[in-house]
């Protein structure tokens, strides 16, 4: 993957579903370092991987409680 956003602030974007394409790709063009944290079910979804700055998974199902721990 390519690693992308060298400056500016850092977004975490969360989805469980494959959505949101278009905000992630707009905030790398707004030189934001992109970080998504999907579900595992979804991680080869059609993502703008060249505009992510990393990309992590977790398992399907998980309180908001867990994700935040």
């Known amino acids: 993957m390519?690693?992308?956003g060298?400056?500016?602030e850092t977004v975490l974007c969360?989805?469980?579903?494959e959505q949101g394409q278009a905000l992630l790709s707009e905030l790398a063009r707004l030189d934001c370092r992109v970080v998504l944290l999907?579900?595992?079910?979804?991680?080869d979804a059609?993502?703008?991987r060249d505009h992510?700055?990393?990309?992590h998974?977790?398992?399907g199902g998980m309180t908001m409680?867990?994700?935040?721990h």
């Open 38 to 43: 999907t579900i595992d079910e979804i991680r």
């Open 14 to 17: 969360i989805s469980t579903s």
């Open 2 to 4: 390519k690693m992308n």
């Open 57 to 59: 998974t977790m398992p």
């Open 52 to 55: 992510l700055t990393d990309l």
């Open 46 to 48: 059609d993502w703008p």
């Open 6 to 8: 060298s400056g500016g």
């Open 65 to 68: 409680e867990q994700i935040i």
